[in-house]
């Protein structure tokens, strides 16, 4: 259709020498248009074939990385399995009852895994097929967003994997409950502090998993004064309990000879035990127990401070008191054998209060707004340039930094 335009104005040029300049100017407009036309069309194809080439670059990686990862751990995995398999058969289960559940346990999580590595394996094919498929039927763009989607899945299992290999903290494979409470600066902090909210929720999704919000307090401004998400998966304190401390969010001049801080929120991180809790006993007269108000459709707030620590933890999204008093119970448990493994002592008997560490003093991250849009980690000292992609959930990047820096931590011990 362009190149018969481009006659047709040929023609009514040679019939009409004596063209006014409205003509000539309307000639010009034409061949603009055809030029407009033909460039728009080699623009898209250029943008659609960029497109495809980003996509089969990226499912490429990805099965290049579990090509060379895949077998070996499956072997790793297999080999374990069958020596767990062997101790069980040559074991008196009843001989010792909790020995005998460790033992199961982890023969159930090795099954879990070699599971989910041949399954890693007939996705890693599944993608490869695809893109062969999709190469054969003259670059099917469908066909390739099809083998990108599998090859995410095989991306965030390797992830999974190789986070959960260097985890090995004693209560790293548990849940987490993760608690984010706004500053005092008013309603940037409880904004600020929603938005953490999403973005945690977020993450969560994103590796197919639900945090759970318990409790949320609102403000009567917007935003949140404090809430609480419980992630009921394995691993989830691993992969959180290094987002304990200060978040702030930042603005900053154009120039960036300025920085002023515009909200900030503390986030702390506990285990929330999936199997068995620990077997910890504490004193009635060590504990002073409240209640609060009751909040819409749940029981009323049970505060619990363990008196000689200081250390405080509520629960107000159960709908019984007595059920609020018993999470409360289990929260403080788990704050108490955290707070004694940071102190590097064994029993929660010997927590020194002046030793517990301070959440609000200690800075985790920057957010840093425009003109800049950027997050500084201050743990690790990693610096992301996409404020908005860490906001809606992509913090792999920062939560593998962390459990690198732990783990190199540990080896220097």
């Known amino acids: 259709m362009a190149g018969i335009a481009a006659e047709s104005v040929a023609v009514s040029v040679q ?4 063209c006014s300049k409205w003509q000539g100017s309307r000639r010009s407009k034409l061949h603009t248009q055809v030029r407009a036309s033909q460039s728009m069309d080699d623009k898209r194809k250029v943008f659609k074939e960029l497109g495809l080439f980003s996509l089969r670059k990226k499912i490429e990686d990805v099965v290049l990385q579990a090509d060379i990862l895949a077998p070996a751990a499956l072997e790793l995995e297999e080999s374990r399995r069958i020596r767990q398999e062997e101790m069980i058969r040559n074991y008196n289960l009843w001989d010792d009852v ?4 460790e033992i199961l ?3 159930a999580d090795s099954s879990k895994v070699v599971d989910a590595l041949k399954d890693l394996t007939y996705k890693t094919e599944e993608a490869k097929l695809i893109t062969q498929l999709a190469e054969m039927d003259a670059i099917n763009y469908g066909l390739f967003k099809q083998a ?3 090859s995410i899945d095989v991306s965030n299992f390797l992830y999974w994997y ?17 608690i984010i409470k706004a500053g005092s600066a008013g309603i940037y902090s409880e904004i600020w502090a929603e938005q953490l909210l999403s973005m945690y929720n977020k993450w969560a999704e994103k590796q197919s998993y639900q945090g759970r919000v318990v409790e949320k307090y609102a403000s009567k401004n917007g935003g949140i004064k404090s809430a609480t998400i419980e992630f009921e998966f394995e691993y989830a304190y691993g992969y959180l309990s290094g987002e304990r401390g200060v978040h702030h969010i930042i603005g900053s001049s154009d120039d960036d000879s300025m920085l002023r801080e515009t909200g900030l929120a503390v986030v702390d991180v506990i285990p929330l035990f999936l199997g068995t809790a620990p077997d910890l006993q504490i004193d009635d007269g060590d504990l002073r127990i409240s209640s ?7 029981g009323q707030t049970v505060c619990v401070q363990h ?12 709908r019984s008191h007595f059920a609020n008093k018993m999470k409360a119970l289990n929260r403080l448990k788990a704050k108490l054998v955290v707070t004694a493994m940071e102190q590097g002592i064994p029993e929660v008997g010997g927590i020194k209060r002046e030793a517990i560490a301070n959440l609000w003093k200690q800075e985790t991250r920057r957010y840093v707004f425009p003109p800049n849009r950027l997050v500084q980690d201050v743990k690790t000292g ?8 860490v906001l809606d959930g992509n913090i792999e990047p920062l939560i593998g930094a962390n459990i690198s820096m732990r783990q190199a931590s540990d080896l220097t011990l």
């Open 98 to 101: 909790t020995k005998s559940n």
């Open 382 to 389: 990693i610096q992301l340039p996409d404020l908005n992609s």
């Open 15 to 18: 019939r009409a020498p004596f």
């Open 292 to 298: 609060g108000e009751k909040r819409g459709q749940t």
């Open 307 to 318: 008196i000689p620590t200081g250390i405080s933890v509520q629960s107000s999204g159960e």
């Open 148 to 150: 990108y989607n599998a």
């Open 105 to 107: 346990v982890k023969l």
């Open 162 to 178: 190789e986070m959960s290999k260097l985890l090995r903290g004693q209560y790293d494979m548990d849940g987490a409950c993760l």
